[in-house]
């Protein structure tokens, strides 16, 4: 069965870095997307990042646009979080979907994703 588990979450000073990893497996990155997601209590759930090599895209939201970057390995991928500001802080999702001909290799709607990890908290202090 597929399974995603995020890792790296914490706490740590505005300005500082960290490095996040979701372990996956029952899948392989060569058909599927696979895409950092975060969520605040009462809002609703924001593309980060996504990776897919079906046809070689990758997304960044404006907002983490230059401090973020998304790569993979074998079985994992990263997000490597830089520059951290406050307004980040949030609980970080890693997301896969099959990638589907004819669509976009990189949804950038939680509603195009099929599966999902727990999360992992990422706190930004000031």
């Known amino acids: 069965e597929v399974q995603l588990v995020e890792s790296g979450g914490g706490l740590v000073q505005a300005g500082g870095s960290l490095r996040l990893s979701c372990a996956a497996s029952?899948?392989?990155?060569?058909?599927?997307?696979i895409a950092w997601f975060r969520q605040d209590p009462g809002k609703e759930r924001e593309g980060v990042s996504c990776?897919?090599?079906?046809?070689?895209s990758t997304y960044y939201a404006d907002s983490v646009k230059g401090r973020f970057i998304i790569s993979t390995d074998s079985d994992t991928v990263y997000l490597q979080m830089n520059s951290l500001r406050p307004e980040d802080t949030s609980v970080y999702f890693c997301?896969?979907?099959?990638?589907?001909?004819?669509?976009?290799?990189?949804?950038?709607?939680?509603?195009?994703?099929?599966?999902w990890g727990r999360g992992t908290q990422v706190t930004v202090s000031s």
């Open positions: 990776s897919s090599r079906s046809d070689g």
């Open positions: 997301a896969a979907t099959p990638s589907r001909f004819g669509g976009p290799g990189c949804p950038i709607r939680a509603s195009g994703y099929d599966y």
């Open positions: 029952g899948f392989t990155f060569d058909d599927h997307a």
